[in-house]
């Protein structure tokens, strides 16, 4: 039996942002969320600033004017954070 794997591109229909989190919904059904602390710009934007996220280039890239940053889809979506997650207080 032969199994034929395509690869489709990963591509952002919509973002938004949630309590520090900004979210995706991509072309394949999924929803993505990552925490915006995980990017140093993003992580000294406002709420407000993060509700702004706007998808670009044909859903490849995220982009924010204030503060001036923008990501690529598949980066966060492959987990290229800039940023390790913050240690848990026990």
Known sequence: M????????IVAIR???????VYL???DG???GFP???FRILGQASEDQLK??????NGHALRLEEPDEDLTVA????GRFQLPLPRQVA
């Open 25 to 27: 919904e991509l072309t």
């Open 36 to 38: 915006a602390d995980r």
């Open 30 to 32: 999924r929803s993505f």
């Open 15 to 21: 973002a938004w942002a949630e309590k520090r989190f």
């Open 75 to 78: 980066g966060v979506v492959a």
């Open 52 to 57: 702004k996220v706007q998808v670009e280039v």
């Open 2 to 9: 032969n199994t034929i794997v395509t690869e489709t591109e």
